[in-house]
């Protein structure tokens, strides 16, 4: 018998059980145990059947990460599981900074050391947003959380200033939460500084889940008040186009091809 101490760090994508990866799914078949927000779970359905589920709420991150690595820890072959692809945004930082730790000395998990940690990418929201409007992603482009619980916002705005002045493709997640709706607005005037204000902007909510919904709109139309958290707000650079084709919207970024045409 395997002594092996396995931790599946696990990224389910946007919630199109189509859209999990083949690696994903053997990985939580082969786990006994799964460490995720309860949605997550309930959106894989079927293959966490039978397994034992460990539902941490919101907030509690560094408790998840913790409870993954114990778990592995004890020889239960475990999934850390998240949406999206678990190495953007998510949960597999947590684990690595865990891990400096206790080889910093900062920690007192030792047999944390001795799991085996295998990581799962998952699509994320941006490029599932990409998709369904086109290949909005087909030029440089970038990523910028709004959120300013963990990061500065000096740092996010000179990330926003830098990213507008570069031209690119900016995806702006947790873009609005119930405390927090300035930052978007904000975002979108100083991007309007360095592109045209019929620059096209995906506002695209549970993408690939049931009651998804899809609006392709100007930069200068965009509003908070329009976006929650569910919400991911994609928007063009100077050379995206909104192309329309009966009742299909399209929006590219070309790559320069036009050249070669």
Request: proline letters at 4%; hydrophobic letters at 40%.
């Amino acid at each position: 018998m395997s002594n092996k101490k396995q931790l599946f760090v696990v990224g389910m994508g946007p919630g199109d059980a189509d859209l999990v990866a083949p690696k994903a799914l053997k990985a939580v078949q082969q786990s006994t145990d799964l460490v995720a927000y309860g949605l997550y779970l309930d959106l894989l359905g079927e293959p966490c059947n039978n397994k034992v589920h460990h539902d941490l709420p919101l907030g509690e991150e560094i408790g998840r990460a913790r409870l993954a690595l114990d778990l592995a820890a004890s020889g239960k072959t475990t999934s850390l599981i998240s949406s999206g692809d678990i190495g953007i945004y998510a949960m597999a930082t947590l684990v690595f900074e865990l891990l400096d730790r206790q080889l910093q000395g900062l920690e007192e998990h030792p047999e944390w050391l001795e799991v085996e940690i295998d990581v799962v990418p998952g699509i994320s929201a941006m490029q599932a947003g990409a998709s369904r409007i086109g290949a909005m992603l087909g030029h440089d482009f970038c990523t910028v959380s709004l959120s300013d619980l963990l990061t500065p916002w000096e740092t996010i705005n000179k990330r926003i200033h830098s990213a507008g002045e570069g031209d690119f493709v900016i995806s702006f997640y947790n873009p609005v939460s119930k405390k927090r709706d300035w930052q978007l607005n904000h975002a979108r005037d100083v991007l309007l500084k360095y592109r045209p204000a019929s620059t096209p902007v995906l506002l695209g909510r549970q993408l690939t889940r049931e009651d998804e919904s899809i609006r392709i709109i100007r930069l200068d139309e965009l509003d908070a008040k329009d976006v929650d958290m569910f919400t991911l707000v994609s928007v063009g650079n100077s050379e995206s186009r909104h192309i329309v084709n009966g009742d299909k919207n399209w929006v590219y970024t070309p790559r320069g091809y036009k050249k070669k045409l």
